[in-house]
C-alpha cells in the first residue's frame, strides 16, 4: 500500500507540475500573440490538471481503503468510501492526454 500511494502522490505532483509549465506556456504566447498555441498548452494545462487531480483522488482512496478503518469513525468512513466509489477519469481519456503530451514534448 504505502509504495502504491507514493507512485500515485508522485504522479499527481508531476501532473500538477506540468499543468503549471502549460500555463506559463500559455501565458507567454498569450503575450505574444499566438493565440493558438496559447489555446494548445491552455488546454494541456486542464487535462493535466484533471489527470493530477484522478491520480491524488486514487491515492487517496487507496489510502482510506488500507488505513480508514483505524483512522475513521465507521460512519465517517461509510460516507467517505461511498463519495470515492466512481473515478473521476477514464482509463481511455488518460491514455489520450498522455499520447497529446508525449507528442508535444517530441515537437518542442
Not at 504505502?2 to 506540468?18: D, F, G, I, M, R
Not at 493530477?52 to 486514487?58: L, P, Q
Not at 480508514?68 to 467517505?80: H, I, R, Y
Not at 491514455?95 to 503530451?101: G, K
Request: hydrophobic fraction near 40%.
Amino acid at each position: 500500500m504505502s509504495q502504491q500511494a507514493v507512485e500515485l502522490h508522485t504522479k499527481a505532483a508531476e501532473q500538477y507540475e506540468q499543468a503549471a509549465r502549460h500555463h506559463k506556456e500559455a501565458a507567454r504566447h498569450y503575450e505574444l500573440g499566438d493565440h493558438e498555441k496559447a489555446l494548445h498548452h491552455a488546454h494541456l494545462a486542464d487535462e493535466n490538471h484533471h489527470l493530477a487531480t484522478d491520480h491524488a483522488a486514487e491515492a487517496a482512496k487507496a489510502h482510506i481503503e488500507h488505513y480508514g478503518d483505524t483512522v475513521l469513525e465507521p460512519t465517517t468512513l461509510a460516507t467517505v468510501k461511498k463519495e470515492m466509489a466512481a473515478p473521476r477519469m477514464a482509463q481511455s481519456v488518460r491514455e489520450e492526454i498522455e499520447s497529446v503530451e508525449a507528442a508535444t514534448v517530441e515537437k518542442a
